[in-house]
C-alpha cells in the first residue's frame, strides 16, 4: 500500500494524431511561403553576374558582407545622399508619421462623433467612411496639385499630412468608444472630468489594445507606399526604402549589370521592421480587433 502510495501509476498520454497533423500542415505551409525569401536570401550571397547568367542556385556565396556594406552605407544616385540607412530612415519617419496621424484624427473624430451628440452625426459618419472608396490612386493628381501649391514637395509633411486621414480608424474607434459603458461617463461628468479630461485620462487609456491594433495596420500601409514617395519626392534624400530599391534596380552600372544584390537585400531589410512590428503588438492586434465588437 505504501509501495503504492510513493510511486503512482503513471497515465500514458494519447497521441492525438489530428493535432499532429494540423501542425505538420502549417509548418509545411510556414515553410513552403519562407521559400522565395530563402531564393532572395541566396541571390544576395553571390555575385550579380552569376545571377544574371545562372539565377537562383543552391550555392552560398561569399558576397553577403560587400553587398551589405554597398546596401547601407553607399549611394546609388548622383547626389550621393541616397543611402540605404538614409531611405531607412526617411521610411521609418513616413511609417511612424503615418501611422500616428491616423490614429490621432481617428480618434478625434470617433470621440465627436459618439460623444458629443451632434445632431448629424450619424450621416456625418457614413459621409467619412465613403471616402473608403475614392484611395490615392484616384485622387492623385487632385492631391499632388495641392501639395505642390502649399511648397511640401521633398518635404515630411508632404509625405505624411496628405494620407493621414483615415476612415478604418474613425470606424474602428468608433464602434470601441460606443462600447464604453454609459456609467463611466455619467461618473466622470459627476467627478468633474471635461471633454478633453475624460478623453485624455480615461478614453485613452482604455484604447491601449486599439491603439496598437491600428498603429500596426497602418505603420505597414505608410512603411510600403510607393507610389505617393514616388510622385513627391525628387531629391535623392527624400528617397524612402520602397522607392529607393525600384531605383537601384533600374540602374546599370560597371558592365550594364544590375545590382541585384544590393536590391534583394535592401528587399530583405525592408521586410524586417513591419515582422517585428506585428510580433511585438501581436497579442494587443488580437484584442484590439476582438474587443471593437463588444
Do not use: C
Not at 539565377?55 to 547601407?72: C, R, T, V
Not at 533600374?250 to 531589410?269: K, T
Request: net charge positive; hydrophobic share 55%.
Amino acid at each position: 500500500m505504501a509501495d503504492t502510495m510513493q510511486n503512482p501509476p503513471k497515465i500514458k498520454r494519447r497521441i492525438r494524431w489530428s493535432t499532429v497533423s494540423d501542425h505538420a500542415i502549417l509548418i509545411a505551409g510556414s515553410l513552403f511561403m519562407l521559400i522565395p525569401l530563402l531564393m532572395v536570401m541566396q541571390t544576395t550571397t553571390v555575385p550579380d553576374a552569376e545571377i544574371i547568367k545562372y539565377g537562383p542556385q543552391l550555392k552560398i556565396g561569399s558576397e553577403l558582407p560587400a553587398n551589405f556594406d554597398k546596401a547601407m552605407f553607399e549611394a546609388t544616385g548622383f547626389s550621393g545622399a541616397n543611402t540605404g540607412m538614409r531611405m531607412l530612415l526617411n521610411s521609418f519617419i513616413l511609417g511612424i508619421g503615418f501611422a500616428l496621424g491616423k490614429i490621432l484624427l481617428g480618434m478625434m473624430a470617433a470621440y465627436a462623433l459618439v460623444y458629443f451628440r451632434l445632431r448629424f452625426a450619424s450621416a456625418a459618419f457614413w459621409l467619412i467612411f465613403t471616402t473608403l472608396l475614392l484611395p490615392l490612386e484616384v485622387r492623385i493628381l487632385p492631391s499632388y496639385e495641392v501639395v505642390q501649391k502649399l511648397g511640401m514637395l521633398n518635404t515630411y509633411q508632404g509625405l505624411i499630412i496628405p494620407l493621414v486621414a483615415s476612415a478604418t480608424a474613425t470606424f474602428f474607434f468608433r464602434q470601441f468608444f460606443r462600447s464604453v459603458p454609459e456609467e463611466l461617463v455619467e461618473a466622470a461628468r459627476i467627478d468633474g472630468a471635461g471633454p478633453v479630461k475624460f478623453f485624455v485620462d480615461i478614453l485613452v487609456p482604455l484604447s491601449k489594445t486599439m491603439i496598437a491594433a491600428m498603429f500596426i495596420i497602418m505603420f505597414v500601409f505608410g512603411w510600403n507606399q510607393y507610389l505617393w514617395p514616388t510622385m513627391i519626392t525628387t531629391d535623392e534624400d527624400m528617397y524612402t526604402l520602397v522607392r529607393g530599391i525600384k531605383q537601384i534596380t533600374q540602374v546599370l552600372e560597371g558592365a550594364s549589370v544590375p545590382e541585384f544584390g544590393r536590391s534583394n537585400l535592401l528587399a530583405l531589410i525592408a521586410i524586417l521592421p513591419p515582422v517585428f512590428i506585428v510580433i511585438f503588438f501581436q497579442n494587443w492586434f488580437v484584442k484590439g480587433l476582438t474587443e471593437s465588437d463588444k
